[in-house]
C-alpha cells in the first residue's frame, strides 16, 4: 500500500511539473477547450426514438 501511495505522489508531482513547462497560452487554450466541451454537454439532451419497421 505504502509504495503505491508514493508513486502516486511521484507520478503526480510530474504531472504537476509538466504543467509548469506549458505556456501561458497553452494553458489559456486548454482551458477554453475544456469550457466548450462544459458548455455543449450542459446543452446537450438524450432523446430516444423507438425503431420502427417498415
Do not use: D, V, W
Amino acid at each position: 500500500m505504502e509504495k503505491s501511495k508514493q508513486s502516486f505522489t511521484l507520478a503526480e508531482l510530474e504531472l504537476l511539473k509538466e504543467g509548469l513547462k506549458r505556456s501561458y497560452k497553452e494553458r489559456f487554450e486548454m482551458a477554453t477547450r475544456l469550457y466548450k466541451i462544459q458548455q455543449t454537454m450542459n446543452k446537450a439532451s438524450i432523446s430516444h426514438k423507438p425503431f420502427i419497421n417498415k
